[in-house]
């Protein structure tokens, strides 16, 4: 893991295309801004591993049978 120590209102580039910027800092939370191109998602952690999650068990319920279904309609 990278550890960089930034200002409010200074930033920082990923990948040549996504900044992040320090808008605000209030005690121990920072408000951050994240500009990236539209197709390009960005969430926080928690809802993202909920998405991971809720994709595994969607994948756990297809059976073959059910896969064959859907496909010979």
């Known amino acids: 893991m990278l550890a960089l120590s930034r200002k409010k209102g200074e930033a920082l580039v990923i990948n040549n295309n996504i900044e992040v910027t320090i808008l605000e800092?209030?005690?121990d939370?920072?408000?951050?801004?994240?500009?990236?191109?539209?197709?390009v998602p960005v969430y926080r952690k928690e809802v993202y591993e909920q998405i991971q999650q809720a994709n595994k068990e969607a994948m756990a319920e297809q059976t073959p049978e059910?896969?064959?279904q859907l496909?010979?309609?």
């Not at 939370?29 to 197709?39: H, M, V, Y």
Request: net charge positive; charged share 25%; glycine share 10%.
């Open 71 to 73: 496909f010979n309609k």
């Open 29 to 39: 939370q920072i408000k951050l801004g994240i500009s990236a191109p539209r197709e």
């Open 25 to 27: 800092v209030k005690g």
């Open 66 to 68: 059910a896969l064959n």
